[in-house]
């Protein structure tokens, strides 16, 4: 086993369980061309599930006081994560938008660290948005919260339904964006612009 980002990855029992796939399936883990396959697959795993055991909420311990109240947004934030029914992958946008309470904001970039690492383990897209928005709304208890995603999900791209570039939307909002239609359609045009 080594250590991975503070987590530890049993490479070895990836790598056998990766060449027992491939012997399933009807290949040869022997053959030339997937000779390293096992090993290879074991570190990507490693790498693409690197967000098993942090936590989004740890990104958001470093404040700032500025004295803003209005609409923080940052959108388009690309992520790929895997699908936990099929371990495929899907991939998309996150757009997260905050009202700062007392004028308590974060930085820019924790907002994009905060949706890789929930994007990185074995998930669900649905999980994925409600995570990044309770997360902020408990760490930073801003006035509102308003996440969407949107993904291409390759379980119903390469298999099953077989329909490429049929993308999924989630939304979720938190406080006040939860009643105040408003504000909430003001960050979804603001999402829409390009």
């Known amino acids: 086993m080594i250590d991975i980002d503070s987590k530890k990855v049993d490479l070895d029992k990836i790598e056998k369980a990766v060449a027992m796939i491939l012997e399933a399936v009807g290949e040869d883990p022997g053959r030339e061309g997937l000779l390293d396959t096992p090993k290879r697959v ?15 909420k740890d990104y958001f311990s ?14 388009d934030i690309p992520f790929y994560s895997t699908c ?8 998309g946008k996150a757009h997260i938008a905050y009202i700062p309470r007392d004028g308590v904001v974060t930085g820019l970039s924790k907002l994009a660290r905060a949706v890789e690492t929930v994007a990185k383990r074995p998930q669900l897209q649905e999980r994925i948005t409600s ?27 390469m298999r099953g339904i077989k329909k490429p570039g049929a993308k999924t939307i989630t939304a979720v909002s938190r406080g006040v964006l939860e009643t ?5 359609s003001e960050i979804i045009t603001y999402i829409n612009m390009k």
């Open 84 to 91: 936990e029914h099929h371990l495929v992958p899907f991939f």
């Open 131 to 157: 995570t990044l928005a309770d997360s902020l709304m408990e760490t930073l208890n801003p006035h509102g919260v308003f996440v969407m995603v949107e993904a291409e999900h390759m379980c119903m791209t």
């Open 42 to 56: 074991a570190k990507m795993y490693a790498e693409i599930f690197s967000g098993l055991k942090e936590d989004p």
């Open 62 to 75: 470093t404040v700032f006081h500025e004295g803003h109240e209005e609409m923080v947004l940052v959108k």
């Open 180 to 184: 105040d239609d408003i504000k909430r």
